[in-house]
């Protein structure tokens, strides 16, 4: 392991119901020497600087205008440790956690290690609409998710990771941009971690999340020709075929793909369509 701390980056926009909970889970047995937190707030409204703030060992830094791109390349700019974690604000990871993707990095023996690590996810659809379920049932048996860091909230990289690009692009598709920077053989999903990731409780806020996914995930293959490209069809030829029973729920993520895919040509550059219907106090 690395002298120097290992460095936590959380972007925050408006997430006062959630980033306590976030900075308290990492904050929970934390030593200085362990972690570096950094939240970049930007173009915050509510009061999440002030729950920031008051928690210790957080360093803040506060951006006027909105924008989950210039937050991340904000924050790296001041982070002085590695391996390096983006933290989304709304999702909990222990300081044990933090350290058992940092030391996924880090070779053993004179092997080869990861560039690039990310927790096991775990989807929680209970209580969700039928849709949300079906949805879900599709996408956690999609095979794309077994070598890509996205869909967790949390991508840990190394320092030769980090040196991989410059700056992240004036885009939305920051999980996916990472996830690009490396083959398979480079990334690991670390399982003794786990992301758990609390779906949209709602139909309307599952196509408000998939319509922004898709958005994003366009524009950046439109100006980076090295952006993984999507596997279209793998939800009918490796999921539905192999277990038809799946059927049901497979006409409700194709509906809501197809939907989504539709409203994301429209959807502004700028439009960050978000889950709200988590966005709780615990």
Same mark, same amino acid.
Request: with cysteine.
């Given at each position: 392991?690395?002298?120097?701390?290992?460095?936590?980056? !959380?972007?925050?926009?408006?997430? @006062?119901?959630?980033?306590?909970?976030?900075?308290?889970?990492?904050?929970?047995?934390?030593?200085?020497?362990?972690?570096?937190?950094?939240? &970049?707030?930007?173009?915050?409204?509510?009061?999440?600087?002030?729950?920031?703030?008051?928690?210790?060992?957080?360093?803040?830094?506060? /951006?006027?205008?909105?924008?989950?791109?210039?937050?991340l390349n904000a924050g790296d700019a001041v982070a002085s440790g590695f391996p390096r974690i983006y933290l989304d604000s709304d999702v909990i990871l222990s300081p044990k956690a933090a350290l058992d993707l940092a030391r996924a990095l880090t070779p053993v023996d004179?092997? +080869?290690? =990861?560039?690039?690590?990310?927790?096991?996810?775990?989807?929680?659809?209970?209580?969700? +609409?039928?849709? &949300?379920?079906?949805?879900?049932? !599709?996408?956690?048996? /999609? =095979?794309?998710?077994?070598?890509?860091?996205?869909?967790?909230?949390?991508?840990?990289?190394?320092?030769?990771?980090?040196?991989?690009?410059g700056v992240f692009p004036e885009q939305m598709a920051d999980d996916l941009f990472l996830d690009s920077r490396f083959t398979s053989a480079e990334k690991r999903e670390v399982n003794t971690v786990v992301s758990h990731v609390e779906t949209p409780k709602r139909t309307?806020?599952?196509?408000?999340?998939?319509?922004?996914?898709?958005?994003?995930?366009?524009?950046?293959? @439109?100006?980076?020709?090295?952006?993984?490209?999507?596997?279209?069809?793998?939800?009918?030829?490796?999921?539905?075929?192999?277990?038809?029973?799946?059927? =049901?729920?497979?006409?409700?993520?194709?509906?809501?793909?197809?939907?989504?895919?539709?409203?994301?040509?429209?959807?502004?550059?700028?439009?960050?369509?978000?889950?709200?219907?988590?966005?709780?106090?615990?």
């Amino acid at each position: 392991m690395s002298s120097t701390p290992i460095s936590v980056i !959380i972007t925050a926009y408006n997430e @006062a119901a959630v980033i306590g909970r976030c900075l308290d889970s990492l904050l929970a047995g934390a030593s200085p020497d362990d972690l570096e937190i950094i939240v &970049v707030a930007n173009g915050c409204t509510d009061e999440t600087v002030a729950i920031a703030s008051s928690r210790p060992q957080v360093k803040v830094i506060e /951006l006027p205008e909105a924008g989950k791109a210039a937050a991340l390349n904000a924050g790296d700019a001041v982070a002085s440790g590695f391996p390096r974690i983006y933290l989304d604000s709304d999702v909990i990871l222990s300081p044990k956690a933090a350290l058992d993707l940092a030391r996924a990095l880090t070779p053993v023996d004179d092997a +080869s290690a =990861p560039l690039a690590v990310t927790p096991r996810r775990e989807l929680n659809t209970k209580g969700r +609409s039928v849709v &949300v379920r079906g949805f879900y049932a !599709i996408n956690s048996r /999609l =095979p794309i998710f077994k070598d890509a860091l996205f869909g967790r909230g949390v991508i840990a990289v190394s320092r030769a990771g980090r040196e991989r690009f410059g700056v992240f692009p004036e885009q939305m598709a920051d999980d996916l941009f990472l996830d690009s920077r490396f083959t398979s053989a480079e990334k690991r999903e670390v399982n003794t971690v786990v992301s758990h990731v609390e779906t949209p409780k709602r139909t309307r806020d599952l196509l408000r999340v998939q319509t922004r996914v898709r958005a994003g995930n366009a524009r950046l293959r @439109a100006i980076d020709a090295s952006t993984r490209p999507p596997a279209r069809s793998s939800w009918l030829t490796e999921v539905l075929l192999p277990k038809p029973w799946l059927l =049901p729920a497979a006409v409700a993520y194709l509906t809501v793909t197809l939907i989504a895919a539709h409203r994301a040509k429209r959807a502004k550059a700028n439009h960050w369509g978000r889950d709200e219907s988590t966005r709780t106090g615990a």
